[in-house]
C-alpha cells in the first residue's frame, strides 16, 4: 500500500536549525516514515501511513511553531504574505524607536564628526525608554524562539540574538545604574541591541519576501487555472460554473482569448492552442476535432467545444504542480553538509564567543569589560547560520521552477543534482527518436500507364478499407499527390475488397467511368498473382528495405506501375538535439527491439554511438546494468510501457511526456515535450543549478570563516555585524533567484 505525504505550510522559523528541530518534532509522531523540512519554502512533506493530521500540526505547536494543512485549490491566502506584512510592521516599528539611538552613536565620536548630540538622547532613562519596547516587542520572537529549542535540545539562530541583544541590553543598565565610574557622555549599549534587533528585523523581511520569489513556479502555475468555465446545458444553452464543478464527460465552450479550464478532448471546432506555458513549446498548438487539450493554456484563434476527461487534481497541470512540489520540498545530497555543519554550528558559536570574552578579559585587555563585551556581542550576531540554511533550498526551489516553466519536470531535487553527472545515454527508438507513427516517405512511378494522380486516388481509395496503421499512413500521405478537380462524388468506387494476411490488399474499383484491378502489397503478393518485377523495381525495393523502411508495390491490370514505402520517422528535433549533445562529451546509444535493419539506417542518420536492436522489453533492463557494471552513469530516455524498468533502473530515468502513463511515472524527470532538445536543457539547468548551490554554501561558509575572526578580534562593531550578518541571507537567496532568469535556447 502506498504511503500518505502530506505538506504542512510551516511559520515561525529562523534557521535551518528550525528545521530540524520541527523535523524531529515530526519524526515522533505515529506512522511517520520520514519527514523534510524546507527552510527556503518553509514547507513540512511528511511521508507514512495512517498519518493524522491533528497529530502533526499539534507536535509542530508544542514545538514552538506553527503549521497549517497546504491547500492549493483553497482561496485562502498564503500565510506567508501574513508573515512577511507582520515583519514590515515589526521593522518599521523597531526603526522608529531605534533611530535616535542610533543617532547617539555619533555622541561617542562626536569630537570627530562635528554633529551635535543633544544631552536628552544621553538620558540612560531615554535610552531605557526607546529599547525597551524594541528588545521585549518587537524582539520577543527571538526570546521565544530560544526558548522552544532549548526545550527541544538544541540551539538555534534565535539564541544567538538573544543572547548578543539581551547582553548589550542588560549591560546597559548596569552601567547606568549600578557601575560607579560611569558618566552619560561614555555612551551605553541600548543602541546596539535595539540597531541590532532591527537590522535582522529588516534582514527577515528581506529574506521573506525573497523567499517567496524563489517559489513564484508554482504560484505562476497555479494561476493558469481558471476559476470559472462555460458548460453546455442539454438544450444547447451555456451556463457559467466554477470549474471545480466540472465533471467528468460535460461538454464546455471555449472562445479565442480564454484559457482552457480543464482536460479534454475536441470534438467540434478548430484553433491554435498556446501551451507554452505548460510544455515550453514556444509556437502555439493546432488542435482539431479529437485531439486533447490540457487545462491552463491558452486558446488563441478559434472556438472549440471540449469534452472533459480530467477534473482537479487529475489534470496535466495539477500532475505538473504535484511534481514541483515534490521536487522542491525534498532534499538534495548536497544539502546534508549544510545540514550537518549547522547541527553542531550554534553550539561552536557559543564556545567561540566565551572564548572571545575570556581571551580579551585576561590577555588582549586586562579588565576593559567593554571591549571584551563588544567583541563577544559581535561574534554572536554575526555568526548566525541563515545563510548556511538558505543556500541549498532556496537554489534547488528556482532551478526547478525555471525548468518547470521550459517543460522539464524534475521529480525530486537529488535527481537536479545529480543529472549533470551522467556521461551514457540510452534512447529508445519508437516514440522518442521517432515519431512513433508510420507516414509515407516516398511515392514514385515504375510506368508512365497511368498519371501520378490517376495512381494515387485508386491507392488511396484501397487503403482506406484497410484498418492498419501502414495502411492509414499511405492514406493521410497521399493527400497531396492527389487529382484536385476531382470532386467527393467522382472519387473511386471500390468493390470486392480482400487483404491477403502479411501480404497486402486489393481490389475492384470503379474510377472515370473504368474499372481497375488495383494491389498493394509485397513482392511475394505480386508474385503469387503472376506479376512481372522486373530488375530495376527490385533493386529500388531492396534499397528502400535497407534504409530501414516497409516498401510495398502498386500493381494495377496485373502490371507493376508505382512503389510506396512507409517509415517511422525521425523526429525533426532528434537530429540537433543529438548533435548538442554529442558536443558535450555524452556516448550516445539506441536501444529497440525493432529489427537490426531499421535500427541500423536510424542510428546511421543520427550518428549514434552503438545500436542495440531486437532487445524483449523485459531484457532492455538488464542491459542498462551491464553499462552501469562497466563505470556509465547512465540516463535511459523512452515513452512506452516497455520502457519502464530500464526507466526505472537507469540513474535517469527521462520519459517523454507523449509517452504513456506508466513510463512517466517510472521516470525522475519528464519532458512535457516531444523534443529532445530537452534533455540537453535538463543537463544545462542541472549544472546551473549545482553550481549557485556551490557559490551559495561557499559564501555562507566563507562569510563565517572569515567574519567571525574579524568580529572577534575586535574590528567589527556590533551593530554592523547584525547589518552583515542580515546581508550575507538575502545575497545568498538573490543569488539562487539569478537561476530563474536563465535562457534556455529551444535549438
Not at 452 to 473: D, G
Not at 490 to 498: K, S
Request: charged residues 20%.
Amino acid at each position: 500500500m502506498a504511503n500518505d505525504v502530506i505538506q504542512l505550510q510551516l511559520s515561525g522559523m529562523s534557521c535551518a536549525g528550525c528545521a530540524k528541530s520541527i523535523e524531529r518534532a515530526l519524526q515522533s509522531c505515529d506512522g511517520v516514515q520520514s519527514v523534510n523540512v524546507n527552510f527556503a519554502s518553509e514547507v513540512a512533506a511528511v511521508e507514512g501511513s495512517d498519518l493524522k493530521t491533528a497529530q502533526l500540526l499539534a507536535a509542530v505547536k508544542d514545538a514552538g511553531y506553527h503549521a497549517e494543512l497546504l491547500d492549493h485549490e483553497s482561496d485562502q491566502s498564503d500565510p506567508r504574505d501574513a508573515a512577511q506584512q507582520k515583519q514590515l510592521v515589526k521593522f518599521i516599528a523597531a526603526a522608529i524607536l531605534s533611530l535616535p539611538l542610533l543617532y547617539t552613536m555619533f555622541g561617542h565620536f562626536s569630537w570627530t564628526s562635528g554633529i551635535p548630540v543633544p544631552d536628552l538622547l544621553m538620558n540612560p532613562w531615554l535610552q531605557l525608554l526607546l529599547a525597551t519596547p524594541v528588545q521585549f516587542i518587537m524582539g520577543w520572537q527571538f526570546y521565544r524562539g530560544s526558548y522552544h529549542a532549548l526545550r527541544n535540545g538544541a540551539a538555534n539562530m534565535d539564541v544567538l540574538v538573544a543572547l548578543g541583544t539581551s547582553a548589550a541590553y542588560f549591560y546597559s543598565i548596569y552601567l547606568a545604574w549600578f557601575a560607579p565610574d560611569y558618566h552619560p557622555h561614555e555612551g551605553l549599549y541600548f543602541e546596539t541591541s535595539a540597531v541590532l534587533i532591527t537590522l535582522i528585523l529588516l534582514g527577515k523581511w528581506f529574506e521573506a519576501r525573497a523567499k517567496g520569489r524563489s517559489s513564484s513556479a508554482i504560484q505562476k502555475l497555479l494561476q493558469l487555472q481558471p476559476e470559472k468555465a462555460l458548460r453546455e446545458l442539454e438544450n444547447g444553452d451555456t451556463e457559467e460554473v466554477a470549474v471545480s464543478e466540472l465533471k467528468v464527460g460535460d461538454i464546455i465552450q471555449v472562445r479565442p482569448g480564454q484559457a482552457v479550464p480543464t482536460d479534454g478532448k475536441v470534438l467540434s471546432g478548430e484553433s491554435a492552442i498556446d501551451e507554452s506555458m505548460l510544455t515550453g513549446e514556444s509556437m502555439p498548438v493546432a488542435k482539431h476535432e479529437g485531439d486533447n487539450v490540457m487545462g491552463g493554456t491558452f486558446n488563441t484563434t478559434g472556438f472549440v467545444r471540449v469534452e472533459v476527461q480530467q477534473v482537479g487534481a487529475q489534470t496535466a497541470l495539477a500532475k505538473i504542480i504535484r511534481v514541483v512540489e515534490q521536487a522542491q520540498n525534498s532534499k538534495a545530497p548536497i544539502q546534508r553538509l549544510a545540514d550537518r555543519v549547522a547541527s553542531i554550528f550554534v553550539p561552536a558559536v557559543l564556545v567561540i564567543a566565551a572564548l572571545t570574552m575570556l581571551i580579551w578579559i585576561v590577555f588582549l585587555a586586562p579588565g576593559d569589560w567593554r571591549a571584551a563585551f563588544e567583541a563577544t556581542v559581535a561574534v554572536l550576531v554575526i555568526a548566525c547560520p541563515c545563510a548556511l540554511g538558505l543556500a541549498t533550498p532556496t537554489s534547488i526551489m528556482a532551478g526547478s521552477g525555471r525548468a518547470a516553466q521550459a517543460g522539464i519536470l524534475f521529480k525530486r531535487s537529488e535527481i537536479l543534482e545529480r543529472t549533470q553527472a551522467i556521461d551514457t545515454i540510452i534512447f529508445d527508438k519508437t516514440g522518442t527518436l521517432t515519431e512513433g507513427k508510420p507516414k509515407l516517405t516516398d511515392f514514385s512511378l515504375l510506368s508512365q500507364a497511368l498519371s501520378q494522380a490517376t495512381v494515387a486516388s485508386l491507392v488511396q481509395a484501397l487503403e482506406k478499407q484497410s484498418e492498419h496503421p501502414l495502411a492509414q499512413a499511405i492514406v493521410k500521405g497521399l493527400d497531396a499527390h492527389l487529382n484536385a478537380d476531382d470532386s467527393p462524388d467522382e472519387r473511386p468506387e471500390v468493390r470486392q475488397f480482400e487483404a491477403h494476411k502479411g501480404k497486402g490488399v486489393s481490389a475492384s474499383l470503379s474510377y472515370h467511368n473504368e474499372s481497375f484491378k488495383v494491389m498493394v502489397g509485397s513482392l511475394r503478393l505480386l508474385r503469387e498473382h503472376e506479376i512481372i518485377v522486373n530488375d530495376h523495381a527490385k533493386q529500388k525495393l531492396s534499397e528502400l528495405q535497407e534504409q530501414g523502411k516497409t516498401a510495398m508495390a502498386i500493381a494495377i491490370a496485373n502490371e507493376l506501375v508505382a512503389y510506396v514505402a512507409v517509415a517511422d520517422t525521425v523526429r525533426e528535433t532528434s537530429k540537433h538535439a543529438l548533435q548538442t549533445l554529442r558536443a558535450r562529451g555524452l556516448r550516445l546509444l539506441m536501444l529497440t527491439g525493432d529489427n537490426n535493419k531499421t535500427a541500423a539506417a536510424i542510428a546511421k542518420e543520427l550518428g549514434l554511438d552503438d545500436v542495440i536492436a531486437e532487445v524483449l522489453p523485459e531484457d532492455k533492463a538488464d542491459h542498462v546494468k551491464q553499462l552501469q557494471a562497466k563505470g556509465a552513469t547512465v540516463a535511459m530516455v523512452g515513452d512506452g510501457i516497455n520502457d519502464a524498468p530500464a526507466l526505472a533502473v537507469a540513474d535517469i530515468g527521462i520519459a517523454m511526456g507523449t509517452g504513456t502513463d506508466v513510463a512517466i511515472e517510472a521516470a525522475d524527470i519528464a519532458l512535457m515535450r516531444a523534443d529532445l532538445n530537452g534533455i540537453a536543457q535538463a543537463l544545462e539547468m542541472s549544472r546551473l543549478t549545482v553550481r549557485n548551490i556551490r557559490q551559495n554554501l561557499f559564501w555562507a561558509f566563507a562569510y563565517n570563516v572569515v567574519g567571525i575572526p574579524i568580529a572577534a578580534s575586535g574590528l567589527l562593531a556590533p551593530w554592523l555585524a547584525g547589518g552583515a550578518m542580515a546581508l550575507s541571507s538575502v545575497s545568498v537567496v538573490l543569488n539562487a533567484l539569478r537561476l530563474q532568469r536563465v535562457k534556455l535556447s529551444d535549438r
